[in-house]
């Protein structure tokens, strides 16, 4: 369990993968050609790994005195907690290549952060040291030719991305658009897309975080925009449309997450859905047992349990009277009983086959005020908020500037603008008035 390598080495290809690019300079001096140096290593490590039920102390054992274990715990502790490590922890202990003497240890608490213990003087000091990312902006356009999902995932423009990410990519897209497009039941063969995505990407290539900048989807020749705005840049920003109008809807269209609905790798033959909602006044959403069910709007539970051949069913009824089923449960969300008040999003159950359903698949309906069912794909009321009037004209430029991203991708062609009234009428006061 015990690997050797040079420490030295390592953080010559982290910073070089850094970017050199950004540290050249205009007139750089021509020094010729180089020979390779080869230094003595500046530290050699020992990469460990904790194993179940050991301890911090425990694999220390040995490595450092009695003494300078509880020294180098208390260190630890000061940037995170050595009971809350799981097995697999990679340690590394760091030594002078001279005489082996330890000097430090770096403890990876999870994939972006190290905490880094320093020996000096006889005392331990440490430090929280956060994984360097780059940030990049990936665009893609593409023509879906059977369904959204292989458009996206098999993208040439996204090659580079690991498929774990180019999966959470489509969770984005799905969270952008949930309230305009059920991803599952509207695209059609021909419909386009294209985005901007920000993202903070690892020197292993792997993503940490990212962000939907701009995204466009052209459905059934009807264009649907999505453009973040966060004025005050502390992440807690939201989607506009290119008019400035909240994409949140009182409804989700749908009660699953697009990726786990099943039927979404085969062609345009299979339909992920059994029914159509004509056929059966519902929607059946064909999807492993145990996914997510979600609450489409917010509302008060006013059923949980068996109901006859829904089998396991629970049903909600939202502020303006309408209620909406979901049903063929496997089981129930904890905490999700008569009474509850659930909000938009909200996990109220998982998908199951109980009742009468021949297989694993989400039963969802929507009933009016009459008590009659209705199409979830006909009720469009809005909710959220449109851009502040006073956060308007920044809204226009940071929207201008998203929205050129999307037009700067090649063969994409121009969005398709509406006009934008960016003109407070205060200044179109002040103009007026002239003092
Ligand atoms: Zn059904």
């Not at 590394?92 to 330890?102: F, G, I, K, Q, V």
């Not at 995204?215 to 973040?228: C, D, I, K, Q």
């Not at 064909?286 to 396991?312: C, L, Q, W, Y």
Request: with cysteine; charged share 25%.
């Amino acid at each position: 369990m015990i690997r050797r390598r040079t420490f030295s080495n390592a953080l010559a290809v982290a910073l070089c993968a850094i970017g050199v690019a950004s540290c050249a300079v205009d007139d750089a001096p021509d020094v010729g050609i180089l020979d390779p140096v080869f230094a003595k290593p500046a530290e050699d490590v020992r990469v460990l790994s904790l194993r179940r039920g050991e301890t911090l102390g425990q694999l220390l054992d040995g490595a450092v005195s009695y003494n300078e274990q509880v020294s180098l715990l208390l260190a630890f502790r000061e940037q995170a907690s050595p009971r809350r490590m799981r097995p697999g922890t990679e340690i590394t202990l760091r030594y002078r290549p001279e005489d082996e003497w330890l000097r430090g240890v770096d403890v990876a608490i999870n994939r972006d952060e190290t905490v880094r213990l320093t020996r000096d003087d006889g005392a331990w000091l440490s430090e929280r040291i956060v994984t360097p990312v780059y940030v990049d902006t990936i665009l893609a356009t593409g023509e879906i030719k059977t369904v959204l999902w292989t458009a996206v995932v098999g993208n040439p423009a996204l090659a580079s991305m690991p498929v774990g990410d180019r999966n959470r990519l489509i969770d984005h897209l799905d969270n952008v658009f949930q309230w305009q497009i059920d991803f599952s039941r509207q695209i059609r063969v021909g419909d386009t897309y294209r985005f901007a995505f920000e993202r903070e990407v690892r020197h292993d290539g792997s993503m940490r975080a990212g962000r939907l900048l701009s995204a466009e989807l052209v459905n059934g020749g009807t264009p649907y925009y999505a453009v973040w705005f966060d004025p005050n840049g502390d992440g807690q920003g939201s989607y506009f449309d290119m008019e400035g109008n909240s994409v949140r809807r009182a409804f989700l269209l749908k009660p699953l997450a697009y990726r786990r609905i099943s039927g979404r790798f085969s062609s345009s033959r299979f339909h992920p859905i059994l029914k159509t909602w004509r056929a059966h006044r519902g929607v059946d959403y064909a999807a492993d047992a145990g996914t997510e069910i979600m609450a489409t709007s917010d509302g008060v539970v006013i059923h949980r349990g068996p109901k006859g051949s829904f089998g396991n069913a629970v049903e909600i009824r939202h502020p303006n009277g309408f209620v909406t089923r979901y049903a063929h449960l496997s089981r129930f969300r904890t905490g999700v009983n008569l009474g509850t008040r659930v909000h938009q999003s909200d996990i109220v159950g998982y998908v199951g086959m109980t009742g009468s359903a021949t297989g694993n698949h989400l039963h969802y309906e929507m009933l009016g005020r009459n008590g009659k069912q209705m199409d979830p794909l006909s009720v469009d009321l809005p909710a959220g908020d449109p851009v502040p009037a006073d956060d308007r004209q920044v809204w226009y430029s940071a929207m201008t500037k998203r929205v050129a991203l999307l037009e700067s991708i090649p063969g994409s062609g121009p969005v398709r603008t509406v006009a934008v009234d960016t003109e407070p009428k205060e200044s179109a006061q002040d103009r007026g008035g002239g003092s």
